[in-house]
């Protein structure tokens, strides 16, 4: 059903406040109008793209929390952080991700998000990984956004801090790992 102009913007702005991360795409079908004119509308209202929405909440909320790595080195961009807890990250595969003949996402970008979010859910200044068990579960394609979730484990006597990421396609589970992460420090926070 399509909407008058006006009521249109007043329901974007208001999805979009309530769903920052929702795509032009998702938006465009949400509203049954083209992509073209959800981009329009946000142009209208001053409502910047998602990649800006994402980095302004990442730098906003995130910068002085993390502290195992600079934000910047983070492959995805994190939406979600509780130290010593859980983490959750987004990637968008671009072609920078996939291989040209295919459009497939070569697995070390996936690794890549999924290892720095292991990183950054680190309370330390410092965390490396010790030893890493994963599984690709299913080829990530041109255009898929990519999320990952960690959940710190448990934290060991010798510095070693368990965290378990899986990373989901929509509600599909694309890729799990369990990550070792070597800290400088013990951290008794976690339970």
Known sequence: MRRPKLERQQLLKQTI????????EELAKKFSVSIQTIRLDRLELAIPELRERIKSVA????????RALPLEEIIGEIIDL?????????????????????????GHHLFAQANSLAVAVI????????????????????GER??????????????????????????????????????????????
């Open 82 to 106: 509780d130290l010593d807890h859980k983490a959750i990250s987004i990637l968008d595969i671009g072609s920078e991700h996939v291989f040209s003949r295919n459009h497939i996402a070569r």
């Open 59 to 66: 730098t906003n909320q995130w910068n002085e929390t993390v």
């Open 123 to 142: 309370n330390d200044e410092l965390a490396l990984t010790a030893k890493a068990d994963i599984r690709f579960r299913r080829q990530v394609k041109l």
């Open 146 to 191: 990519v999320v990952a979730k960690a959940t710190v484990e448990g934290i060991s006597e010798k510095n070693l801090t368990t965290v378990t990421v899986n990373s989901y396609v929509e509600n599909e589970k694309v890729f799990t790992g369990t990550f070792q992460m070597y800290r400088s420090t013990e951290n008794s926070d976690h339970v």
């Open 17 to 24: 406040e309530d769903t920052p991360f929702i795509t032009d």
